[in-house]
C-alpha cells in the first residue's frame, strides 16, 4: 500500500467515526429534548382567564392546554370524544367552576382527582337578578345559586391566581420558586388593575349601564357600578317585548348614552334599542373568547380590562 492509498484509508475511517460520534449526539439531544418535554406537567385550563393566568405563572415549564377553544362561546361548548380522551393524560385541569361549564358534568370519576373548580374557593358572589326579563315569572333557571364571571373582579382574579400556583406548586416542587416569583409579579399587575378601576369609585352621580347580559356584577360590587342587562347569566337567552320596552324607558329616562353587548354574543337587539333611542352600542369584553388573532397580537386579560374601564368611565360620567 503506498502512502497516499494509506492516507486515503485513514481519512475515510476518520469520517466514518466522526458521523457516527455526530449521529450519536443528535439522538441524545432528541432523546433529552423529548425527555425534558415529558416530564412537564401536562395542565388543562378550561376558557382563556384562566389560561392566561396560569401560562403567566408557569410560562414554558408546563404543558399548557385551552379546553374551550380560542373565539368559542364557554356557554355552549360541548366536550368531543377526542378532547376527553385527551384529558385522561392530564396532571391538573383547572376550571371555573359554579356551573359555568356545563360540559363538566360529563368528566368522568376518575378525573376528579385532577379537577380544581377556582370560582368556588374565591367567595363567589350570589346570583341576583339584574336582568328585567327576570322579573314576573320570567326566570333564568339554567344558572347557578352564585355568578360564575369571578375573574372580572381583579382582586378575586388575584385570588384565583393564588390558587393555580398552589396547585402546580403541590405537584412540581422543582420550578416552584419561579412560580412563585411569577405569581408575584402577576399579583402585582392585579394591585394596579385594582387601583385603576377604583377611579370609578370617584365618579360623583354615576349614571346606570345596560349591557345585554347579566356578567358584570363583580365590576358593580366591586366598585359601585349599577348595571341592567337584558337577559341572565346566559347571553343566549333573548328578551321579551316587555323587557325591550323597559329598557328603552330606562335609557330615555336616565340619560345613557352607550348600551354595550359582549364580545361573542348577538349585537342585534342591542343596536336596535340604540337605533330608537338614538344613542351608541359598544363592546364591553367578558375576555371568555379572545380570538388567535388577539392573543397574537399580544392582547390578554390586562389589556381587555383596561379598555373596559375605558369604556366605562365614558359611559357612567
Avoid at 320570567?138 to 388575584?158: F, G, K, Q, V
Wanted: net charge negative; aromatic share 8%.
Amino acid at each position: 500500500m503506498t502512502k497516499k492509498t494509506g492516507l486515503i484509508s485513514l481519512l475515510l475511517i476518520m469520517m466514518v467515526v466522526l458521523s457516527a460520534c455526530s449521529s450519536s449526539v443528535s439522538s441524545s439531544d432528541t432523546n433529552s429534548t423529548n425527555d425534558s418535554e415529558n416530564s412537564k406537567l401536562t395542565v388543562y385550563a378550561s376558557f382563556y382567564p384562566i389560561y392566561d393566568f396560569t401560562n403567566k405563572i408557569a410560562d414554558d415549564l408546563i404543558n399548557l392546554k385551552l379546553i374551550v377553544p380560542a373565539g368559542a362561546e364557554p356557554h355552549s361548548f360541548e366536550l368531543s370524544a377526542k378532547t376527553l380522551a385527551e384529558l385522561e393524560n392530564a396532571d391538573l385541569i383547572l376550571l371555573n367552576g359554579l356551573d359555568f361549564e356545563p360540559w363538566a358534568d360529563s368528566l368522568p370519576e376518575s378525573l376528579s382527582s385532577k379537577i380544581i373548580s377556582l370560582g368556588e374557593e374565591v367567595n363567589p358572589l350570589p346570583y341576583v337578578e339584574h336582568s328585567h326579563g327576570e322579573h314576573e315569572g320570567e326566570a333564568d333557571d339554567s344558572h347557578s345559586e352564585y355568578d360564575p364571571h369571578i375573574w372580572l373582579d381583579p382582586l378575586r382574579a388575584s385570588q384565583m391566581s393564588e390558587i393555580i400556583y398552589e396547585n402546580l406548586s403541590k405537584l412540581d416542587s422543582t420550578n416552584k420558586a419561579v412560580y412563585e416569583t411569577n405569581l408575584k409579579n402577576l399579583k402585582n399587575e392585579f394591585i394596579t388593575l385594582d387601583s385603576e378601576y377604583k377611579q370609578l369609585e370617584a365618579i360623583q352621580n354615576k349614571k346606570e349601564i345596560v349591557v345585554s347580559h347579566n356578567a358584570f356584577s363583580y365590576l358593580g360590587e366591586r366598585y359601585g357600578l349599577e348595571f341592567h342587562s337584558l337577559s341572565g347569566i346566559s347571553p343566549e337567552n333573548e328578551p321579551s317585548l316587555k323587557v325591550l320596552s323597559e329598557i328603552t324607558d330606562l335609557v330615555n329616562k336616565e340619560g345613557i348614552r352607550v348600551l354595550f353587548f359582549e364580545e361573542l354574543a348577538n349585537d342585534k337587539i342591542i343596536n336596535t334599542i340604540a337605533d330608537e333611542t338614538g344613542v351608541e352600542s359598544d363592546i364591553l369584553y367578558t375576555i371568555e373568547g379572545m380570538t388567535d388573532d388577539e392573543i397574537n397580537a399580544g392582547e390578554d386579560y390586562f389589556s381587555k380590562m383596561r379598555l373596559n374601564l375605558s369604556k366605562l368611565k365614558l359611559a357612567v360620567e
